[in-house]
């Protein structure tokens, strides 16, 4: 498996022969280009997740891919092809599985509904198990390998985000949905992670694709 951070919650997987992108939204451009996709996943419709106007261009450049989205986004935003993934819910292409768990998006405040939002966990024979929650602590899947950790949100603390990575009990991961902090505040969040939970952090700004041990 090979997983390049393309910005904010942008990861591009890379296993079993299989290109998939998830959460092509607009804190980060270093996906537009991309091509050869086998499927775009979305988790939810928030725009920093699918960016609505330069994802119609991907999918237009990846006709090939499939579409998989959190089933909220049908609806939010327009495009010209898409499926629901919802939770509890999982898919196939070709020697990967795709899993979405969860259902709900972190609480932002009280006065502001909640949408969807689904966690995804790839599994493929002989390959570690990557875990990308989107926009929520809440679901812990068992047995993952790699997890892409939430660095900042207007919906958690750093408290939460430190229990999350040792619940979910990963080895190694990487910070994603850190679109909104600056340098400082990453490295903040970085080594408290780090140091205080089992989940060994790699800095893959900028780094291209890594392969997990």
Known sequence: MKLTHLGHSAVLVETSGIRVLIDPGNFSDAWHDLVDLDAILVTHLHPDHIDPANVPALLAANPQARVLVEPQVIEA????????IAAD???????????????????IHRDIPRIGNVGLVF??????????????????????????????????????????????????????????????????VFNRVSEMTPCKLIDLRGQGAWTPA
């Open 77 to 84: 935003v327009q495009l010209d092809r898409a499926e629901p």
């Open 89 to 107: 819910t999982s898919v196939e292409l070709g020697g990967l599985t795709i899993a979405a768990v969860g259902g709900l998006h972190a609480v």
């Open 123 to 188: 599994s493929a024979e002989g390959e570690p198990t990557f875990f990308h929650p989107g926009d929520s602590l809440a679901t812990v899947p068992s047995g993952v390998d790699v997890l892409a950790v939430p660095a900042y949100g207007p919906w958690a603390a750093m408290k939460e985000t430190v229990d999350f990575a040792r619940e979910v009990g990963a080895t190694e991961g990487f910070a994603i949905h850190d679109g909104l902090l600056n340098e400082r505040g990453w490295s903040l």
